[in-house]
């Protein structure tokens, strides 16, 4: 209901995990195992198809395949929908590309069907579209003269984003749908060009991966590193163009189409960085990296062999260490901490898991963590305050949830703690505004509150009118 996501096929799939595997975490983990090797299969095919032999094939393969950074859209169930995306990415190129090399038309329409499935599983697949129309696949670089024929060959995909775009508007009706928000445009746009760098960052030397990424709401005085490192992107891309080489060039392109839908034009309702939104986009860059190797293929082959052997034994060391982050929630927050000490979000997640484990006094430490960085973090006053209800510390608990409304005056869940909790105290006439400020503010999520919060203030109206 509150989220602008329409992706129909990915719920899918877990509807039939649950038919499976019920609650049991292994079968989901499995699946996204394998579908992100089909990926990796495809890639291969791909590169296999542009580089003409194997041995390139399987390295540009093998690098997308280990990298630390997929590590969070393989382990995270919920980010099946960029696996899935993905294949159905790859098959509607395969078909498209068959249809355009052997003239058989009706593969045009299998690609438009892979690619609606796309679409029906995370709407960055709309992507493949543009792409298609800019580079001539498997000559990958040459612009296509005949814009006509292209736009024919393209009518199934194009008909069926229309498709998609028209499902998507009437299911979507009604809820928080995502709009441009022009008047933050400006604002996101500026937020890029630390998050770009931050993207390379991880890319390049993925020492610093995080569930939950610190991305500064403006720029200061302590960013003036981001101007040398952005002279050096756009230097590189400049260099990395001119070399004239296919392959490089349709890697760097389809990289930049591929980052435009999580650049923060269309505000992003989950993170405005995150991992799993490369998984796309590192797909080019894998081509472009061995591409770039080939150039050096003259080199003596030990040395080249060495330093490939180097790099795939650092890559899978990071990935198996970044698996190891999400072997349970506190490891997962805990790691989010080492990489930000002042990351709010990762000491409060940690707090709620080990006051699920009945950990109170570490939930207490790691609540009071988030407090030293934010003093009025409304979540762990929140949380604080029930830790000394329990305690039967009503003064404190009440101190507490005073602060998280002042911290967050739409914290609904502690307008009603604190009306309970003064009611409690013997102090109702204190209630009957709080009670009266959840039922203005609380969401179909707390439907099942209202009939008794209605119920206390018609006792508290009783009793005090």
Known sequence: MSAPFYRPVNRLSYLVDYQLYGLKPLGYHAENILLHLAVVCCLYLLALRLFGAPT???????????????????????????????????????????????????????????????????????MLLPF??????????????????????????????????????????????TSLDFDRLGHRMLQNLFVVPRY??????????????????????????????????????????RTGRPVTRGGLVWCAINLFPVANIIPIPSAPLADRFMYLPLLGLCLVVIDQGLRYSKRPRKLALGAGA???????????RRNL????????????????????????????????????????QAFSAALRVDPLHSGSLFQLASIQINAQSYQEAERYLRLALQGDSGNVEALFNLAMLLEKLDR????????????????????????????RIALLHKKYD
Do not use: M
Not at 68 to 96: D, K
Not at 329 to 339: E, G, N, P, T
Not at 428 to 453: C, D, N, Q, T
């Open 56 to 126: 390139p094939a399987f390295a540009a393969a093998l690098l997308f395949g280990i990298h630390p950074i997929n590590a969070e859209t393989v382990n995270l169930v919920s980010a099946r929908n960029n696996l899935l995306a993905a294949l159905f990415v790859f098959l509607s190129f395969f078909a498209f590309n068959r249809a355009s090399r052997t003239g058989q038309k009706v593969f045009f329409l299998v690609s438009g069907v892979f690619f609606f499935l796309g679409l029906l599983c995370k709407e960055t697949a709309l």
């Open 310 to 320: 180097i790099l795939t034994i650092f890559l899978v060391t990071l990935t198996v």
């Open 132 to 177: 298609l129309f800019v580079y001539d696949f498997p000559t990958l670089g040459a612009l296509r003269g005949r814009l006509w024929d292209r736009l024919v060959s393209t009518l199934p995909l194009i008909f069926f984003a229309g498709v998609y775009l028209v499902l998507r508007s009437g299911v979507l009706t009604g809820s928080s749908e």
């Open 325 to 364: 982050d999400w072997v349970d929630d506190s490891s997962l927050f805990a790691s989010a901490i080492k990489v930000a000490p002042n990351s709010t979000w990762g000491y409060y997640n940690l707090g709620v898991v080990l006051l699920d484990k009945q950990d109170l006094a570490g939930a207490t």
């Open 428 to 455: 109702g006439r204190e209630a009957l505004p709080l009670y009266e400020a959840f039922l203005a503010k609380a969401s179909a999520k707390y439907e099942s509150l209202l009939p008794k919060v209605r119920s």
């Open 200 to 241: 390379l960052e991880n890319l390049l030397l993925p020492l610093r991966l995080s569930v939950d990424y610190q991305v500064p709401s403006e720029l200061r005085t302590a960013d003036w590193w981001l101007a040398p490192v952005w002279c050096l992107v756009v230097a590189g891309i400049v260099l990395l163009w």
